[in-house]
């Protein structure tokens, strides 16, 4: 037996007109620096802003994040206590996040723990929120999450069904602020991604 599931996908030009509109006191930001820098969080804020919604930004992720950045940002969202937690950039900060929003449900746990056997609730607490900047990984639309151990040195496949976006903002300008060659090594990963669709027998 099968089933699909996917979050409330908002798409098209003046998509994140959607922030202006949605219900909370406060929204924890999971994003890096790069992002920060390209002044790609602004658009952003300035909508939340408008929604009369406080917000707090956490940039220190990393490129396939490390168990170190996704505690630290554990440590953080529970001091700030968001009723949203919104991914912002490529699949490394929108997986940073789903692992940050389960911590602030689990504290206690590990993050190389996470796992589809654990209950973690955590919508009691927050909602998540995932606004690519890449044509990459497609992270805003499943549940799967990578993380690294760098102690180790070696990269976790982990996740839960529970941390599948609610929603998922795509919106061409955040998409087009990005540098020609990123946006041309997500392109080729976009290719990359079908051709695995295409091939996985995972449907068979």
Same mark, same amino acid.
């Given at each position: 037996?099968? +089933?699909?599931?996917? !979050?409330?996908?908002?798409?098209?030009?003046?998509?994140?007109?959607?922030?202006?509109?949605?219900? $909370?006191?406060?929204?924890?930001?999971?994003?890096?620096?790069?992002?920060?820098?390209?002044?790609?969080?602004?658009?952003?804020?300035?909508?939340?802003?408008?929604?009369?919604?406080?917000?707090?930004?956490?940039?220190?992720? =990393?490129?396939?994040?490390?168990?170190?950045?996704?505690?630290?940002?554990?440590? /953080?969202?529970?001091?700030?206590?968001?009723?949203?937690?919104?991914?912002? $950039?490529?699949?490394?900060?929108? %997986?940073?996040?789903?692992?940050?929003?389960?911590?602030?449900?689990?504290?206690?746990?590990? !993050?190389?723990?996470?796992?589809?056997?654990?209950?973690?609730?955590?919508?009691?607490?927050?909602?998540?929120?995932?606004?690519?900047?890449?044509?990459? #990984?497609?992270?805003?639309?499943?549940?799967?999450?990578?993380?690294?151990?760098?102690?180790? +040195?070696?990269?976790?496949?982990?996740?839960?069904?529970?941390?599948?976006?609610?929603?998922?903002?795509?919106? !061409?300008?955040?998409?087009?602020?990005?540098?020609?060659?990123?946006?041309? %090594?997500?392109?080729?990963?976009?290719?990359?991604? /079908?051709? =695995?669709?295409?091939?996985? #027998?995972? $449907?068979?």
């Amino acid at each position: 037996m099968w +089933n699909f599931s996917c !979050p409330l996908i908002v798409y098209g030009d003046n998509s994140l007109d959607y922030l202006a509109q949605v219900k $909370g006191k406060k929204a924890f930001i999971v994003t890096d620096k790069n992002i920060v820098k390209l002044g790609l969080i602004k658009p952003v804020t300035d909508k939340l802003d408008e929604a009369k919604i406080q917000w707090e930004i956490f940039d220190d992720v =990393e490129p396939e994040p490390s168990l170190t950045t996704i505690k630290k940002g554990g440590v /953080a969202v529970g001091k700030y206590q968001p009723d949203w937690v919104i991914g912002i $950039g490529g699949g490394s900060c929108m %997986d940073a996040a789903k692992a940050i929003i389960l911590l602030l449900a689990r504290p206690e746990l590990e !993050p190389e723990s996470l796992s589809v056997l654990e209950e973690f609730n955590f919508r009691a607490k927050a909602r998540l929120m995932a606004i690519p900047t890449t044509s990459g #990984t497609g992270s805003e639309a499943t549940w799967a999450i990578v993380l690294t151990d760098t102690k180790d +040195n070696r990269k976790l496949g982990l996740g839960s069904t529970e941390c599948m976006p609610d929603v998922a903002i795509l919106d !061409p300008v955040m998409v087009m602020g990005m540098p020609p060659q990123i946006t041309a %090594d997500t392109g080729m990963d976009v290719i990359c991604h /079908a051709i =695995e669709g295409y091939t996985s #027998t995972w $449907g068979t």
